[in-house]
């Protein structure tokens, strides 16, 4: 296993690094190498890894003043001991707060790379997806999402159905693309589910410089009857009292359409907690 984190050297400086560990012994002790790159600006991690027991890590790059938001992946072929970068410094495009999943099917995307950013990004071109077809070595020029779905996650269906979900202008969104998987083709978006979370994302409160959370998609790949199911969970501040609630929400129609929010927390309800 491998972690990944923003290493902060100094609690008084906004300066930060990429940081991770390791672990051949299934958690019981963990080693710290240091950073990807030392006094390189890094920032929102995010690491996967495909069937084969390869790792990939895409990073979000800056510069101590937050100029420019881009990214670049790496991969690992020990585990998560060393790292090689793939995209070279910047290649994978995106932006910030980016997210990415790998394509773990056996049909033609198997081992597609796709990611989305929240808007903020190398080309500044709002809320954005890209494909890589080769592992992440190349990422394709970015694609407008629809409803602008930001600060979530993505994922594959065993149909190879590539699944984004996030929070729009007003609502939360589950969008699908059935031909992301073909290399042929440019990714179009073919179903926008708008989602009732409960409320939406927050800030402030815990966390006073950022997000008290984010939205989070996954599908069932098991192959039993809940197969190709897909949950939506996210930590959703409701209008009136100043709370957060872990709110989680599923479908199980071909994802037109999602069940009512279920507040996973069972604790009695207190406006002055955030979950």
């Given at each position: ?8 050297n100094?609690v008084?400086?906004?300066?930060r ?6 672990t ?6 963990w080693?710290?190498p ?5 006094n390189?600006f890094r920032?929102?991690p995010v ?8 790792f990939f ?8 003043n937050?100029s420019?938001?881009?990214d670049?992946?790496?991969r690992s ?11 070279g410094?910047r290649g ?5 707060k ?8 056996n049909?033609p995307?198997?081992?597609f790379?796709y990611?989305?950013?929240?808007g ?5 071109g709002g809320v ?14 970015p694609?407008s ?5 930001t600060?979530g ?9 590539l ?8 609502r939360?969104?589950c969008?699908?693309s059935?031909n ?17 979370m ?11 410089a950022g997000l008290t ?6 599908i069932?790949?098991s ?15 409701p209008s009136g009292p100043?709370t ?5 929400a599923r ?6 359409t999602?069940?009512?929010a ?12 955030r979950?």
């Amino acid at each position: 296993m491998a972690i990944a984190w923003r290493q902060f050297n100094n609690v008084a400086s906004n300066f930060r690094q990429a940081g991770w560990g390791y672990t051949s012994d299934a958690g019981a002790t963990w080693t710290f190498p240091g950073v990807l790159e030392n006094n390189v600006f890094r920032s929102d991690p995010v690491t996967n890894s495909d069937e084969l027991g390869n790792f990939f890590w895409l990073s979000l790059q800056s510069d101590v003043n937050l100029s420019f938001f881009c990214d670049d992946l790496w991969r690992s072929l020990n585990g998560g001991q060393t790292w090689t970068l793939l995209s070279g410094e910047r290649g994978a495009g995106g932006g910030d707060k980016q997210w990415f999943t790998i394509d773990k099917t056996n049909g033609p995307g198997h081992g597609f790379q796709y990611q989305a950013d929240d808007g903020i990004n190398c080309s500044g071109g709002g809320v954005q997806f890209q494909r890589s077809t080769d592992g992440g070595v190349t990422w394709q020029s970015p694609i407008s999402l629809p409803n602008s779905p930001t600060t979530g996650t993505l994922d594959v269906d065993t149909n190879g159905n590539l699944f984004v979900g996030g929070e729009g202008s007003n609502r939360f969104w589950c969008l699908r693309s059935s031909n992301a998987q073909i290399a042929s083709q440019t990714p179009t978006f073919d179903q926008r589910t708008p989602v009732n979370m409960g409320g939406f994302l927050g800030s402030g409160g815990i966390n006073p410089a950022g997000l008290t959370g984010q939205l989070f998609l996954a599908i069932d790949n098991s192959g039993e009857p809940t197969n190709n199911d897909l949950y939506m969970q996210a930590s959703a501040l409701p209008s009136g009292p100043g709370t957060a609630d872990v709110m989680g929400a599923r479908s199980t129609g071909g994802e037109l359409t999602f069940s009512a929010a279920v507040r996973v927390n069972d604790d009695p309800v207190n406006p002055s907690k955030r979950h």
